[in-house]
């Protein structure tokens, strides 16, 4: 949680610090932290304390907010690393100055490399045979001295030193690691890693005999520093099954000379030969493998920020997707062998029927289906029916309209992407919403509510099956989950949450709200009825001031006693709108919803201490226009009828999609095939395009034209240039 990113800084060192690693005004990060340890969370505080941030939106106050919880970390690994190495008496002051100037971790790890308790390694093992003051010889390079006869006087059988050469190989060993533990050597060699690392990549002969889909990586090779994160994640993933095998490769040769001269190589000393070589097996065996590890580490991570980056924003698209709203929708999970799965939800999501309908079996199945789907149709004349664009959905959808054609052709027929919904069928979520009921039912069910309401049913899944991701998957969990739960909160909060329709899922994203409250306010609206008023919220077990406070203006009641219920005017404002519809001579209750009167009161009189032009802005729109949905309006899509399946897509045919994700090399698209086609970078524009996201968003209808078709894989090129809209 970013709350916990709150820390004591008296002397505030660490908001200095994010203020400028940010480029953000140092009382703008004071009011963050400070709202941050009053409990106060990100929606709110974009929302409602724009005075005191200077108006920071979500993304900056949760930038600073990782910004705090990294510079806490750091200082805690800090003091750990002075306490031991003031354990060993080994801390200078020179040293403690040095650690104390650091401002990130590496260069912290760097400086304590030296101090840090060892497995027994080769320059372990030379020093217990007493061969340090040899290693200092090769060090000093002095331009006197012969290394052979120097050695000579290290031989001693018992301490297992048969002879001269295996002597000056242990001081070798020594000044190799001596070497390779050096902060400033760390520094150079990571730099050079940095700068001119190459990933080269070769298949496993074994493991290619069959295609695969890495065979673009079985002899490939590209700078480390300009490799895109998705090419990155793809080398790992194949790396990870056996098929590839990857190094990044650095001049070794070159960085070894780099090294002699930083520490005083002496081309004219007797002892420079056996420098180089303890140089060079430096280099080789400690820390080209070291910072290597290192590089590809922070190239994971990285690469997993880009992943979750774009993860974020398809869901952020797919989350916001134009709903439907409060209509009667029937539900169809289109099924061959086990049948059509139908059901009917009122403008609530409520279940009212379920029947079970076969469009395989004759004649007869198809005509009986004609009547149970006419039936549900006269019953409950649904706004529209979904239906699941799985296996069967097309067809299904047809027979849909086949039917409708006569009796209702007024009603939509929509299709629904079923991504997640077997999941949510099968969780917790919809066995304890629908004890009573099949999977497959339940299934039907969500793809009708998702038409309904997309983001009130999508909250309900765990956001990495919904399928919107690049290689989601192999990215770290915990960075993940962290941010999906940001996008979903920042989503819902958006948008708003009907207290006495939404459910425990939906209420604990609410900021403030959380689980436990949720399924409490739930408790308290089946036991008591609908919630009249906000502030019966705080007659909820365990809601306090607290939680009021974070989340009175993020949920709404329709048809409230208080107009102002239903908006995003959170109930701290009431006083004041209360008191402008004073001033201008009519009742709240008219001046609610009155964009007319709204638009004449003198806004800028009602400044104040607390209440600045940001505040009044979020108010007279809302005044204006109360509760309304930041969301698009709906739109249902459409495809060609003669292309249903892969084989009918040719190669030239212009169609029209649904754009389902969004990657950093490019853009799938539905064609109404089951299969998406790709659009790659470059085929998104006719000019050029550096970031997919900036042409196109998760959603968004398309116009392209397919440039190939793989059968055999099935993968289908598209390109979006010169395609007229």
């Given amino acids: 949680m970013v709350q916990d990113a709150e820390v004591t800084d008296p002397s505030g060192v660490i908001e200095r610090k ?19 340890g009053e409990g106060a969370t990100v929606p709110f505080i974009a929302r409602y304390r724009k005075e005191q941030t200077g108006g920071l939106d979500e993304v900056q106050i949760r930038a600073i907010a990782e910004e705090v919880e990294y510079l806490n970390e750091l200082d805690q690994r800090r003091r750990a690393i002075l306490s031991a190495i003031e354990e060993q008496g080994k801390l200078s002051h020179e040293l403690r100055r040095a650690l104390e100037a650091c401002g990130v971790k590496s260069e912290l790890e760097d400086l304590y490399l030296p101090y840090k308790t060892k497995r027994r390694t080769r320059a372990a093992m030379a020093r217990e045979r007493g061969l340090e003051p040899l290693a200092k010889r090769l060090i000093e390079q002095p331009l006197q001295g012969d290394p052979e006869r120097e050695a000579a006087s290290f031989v001693d059988a018992a301490r297992d030193v048969a002879d001269a050469c295996t002597a000056l190989a242990g001081a070798r060993d020594i000044v ?74 650095v001049d070794e040769d070159a960085l070894a000379l780099d090294i002699a001269l930083k520490i005083g190589y002496r081309r004219g000393s007797p002892f420079a030969s056996e420098l180089q070589e303890a140089l060079v097996d430096s280099v080789k065996r400690l820390l080209a493998p070291s910072v290597e590890s290192e590089l590809r580490a922070g190239l994971k991570e990285s690469s997993d920020v880009d992943a979750v980056t774009i993860f974020a924003q398809n869901l952020t698209k797919l989350l916001l997707t134009p ?34 309908i076969q469009l395989v079996g004759g004649q007869s199945a198809l005509q009986h289906a004609r009547e149970i789907l006419l039936g549900l149709v006269t019953k409950y004349r649904p706004f529209a029916i979904a239906v699941g664009n799985g296996t069967h959905g097309r067809e299904t959808a047809d027979f849909c309209r086949e039917v409708l054609a006569v009796s209702a052709p007024e009603t939509l027929v929509v299709l629904v992407s079923e991504s997640g919904a077997s999941v949510y069928s099968a969780s917790d979520v919809a066995r304890e919403e629908f004890p009573d009921l099949d999977l497959t039912v339940r299934g039907a069910i969500s793809i009708a509510r998702r038409l309904q309401d997309p983001l009130a049913e999508l909250v309900k899944l765990d956001p990495k099956v919904i399928g919107v991701g690049q290689y989601q998957h192999d990215v770290k969990a915990s960075l993940l989950t962290r941010k999906l739960d940001e996008v979903v909160e920042s989503c819902v909060n958006a948008v708003g949450v009907e207290l006495n329709t939404a459910s425990a899922q939906l209420l604990s994203r609410v900021a403030g709200v959380g689980p436990a409250l949720a ?207």
């Fill in 18 to 36: 994010v203020a400028e690693a940010l480029t953000l005004p140092r009382a703008s990060v004071r009011a963050v932290t400070k709202l941050f």
């Fill in 176 to 249: 190799a690691e001596r070497v390779a533990e050096r902060s400033d050597v760390r520094g150079l060699v990571r730099a050079r890693f940095e700068r001119e690392g190459v990933i080269v990549c070769t298949a496993v002969p074994a493991k290619t005999k069959l295609p695969t889909k890495f065979e673009a990586y079985y002899d490939f090779s590209e700078r480390a520093k300009t490799i895109p994160s998705h090419r990155f994640l793809a080398i790992l993933r194949g790396e990870e099954e056996g098929i590839l095998r990857t190094k990044i490769r």
């Fill in 323 to 356: 709903p439907l709203g409060r209509r009667i929708v029937l539900g169809i999970d289109p099924g061959q062998r086990t049948g059509c799965k139908c059901v009917a939800v009122d403008d609530t999501g409520k279940l009212l029927s379920h029947a079970l």
């Fill in 519 to 725: 399924r409490k306010i739930v408790a308290q609206r089946d036991k008591v009825g609908a919630f009249s008023a906000r502030r019966d919220l705080l007659k909820v077990p365990g809601f306090g001031p607290k939680a009021f406070e974070q989340a009175a203006g993020f949920v709404r009641i329709r048809g409230a006693v208080h107009p102002l219920d239903g908006s995003a005017v959170h109930p701290e404002r009431y006083a004041l709108v209360e008191r402008m519809a004073k001033d201008a001579g009519v009742a709240v209750r008219a001046l609610v919803g009155n964009e007319d009167l709204a638009s004449k009161i003198p806004w800028a009189t009602y400044v104040s201490a607390d209440v600045g032009l940001p505040t009044l802005e979020d108010i007279r729109r809302e005044i204006a226009k109360p509760g309304r949905d930041p969301r698009e309006s709906f739109e249902a899509p459409s495809f060609r009828d003669d292309v249903r399946t892969l084989q009918d897509v040719k190669a030239g045919m212009e169609l029209e999609g649904c754009v389902t994700n969004v990657t950093a090399f490019g853009a799938f698209v539905d064609v109404g095939v089951h299969q998406d086609g790709l659009i790659h970078v470059s085929q998104l524009s006719d000019r050029f395009v550096k970031d997919p996201h900036a042409v196109v968003r998760v959603g968004d209808r398309i116009k392209v034209r397919v440039l190939d078709v793989d059968a055999a894989r099935k993968r289908i090129a598209l390109s979006a240039k010169l395609v007229k809209p």
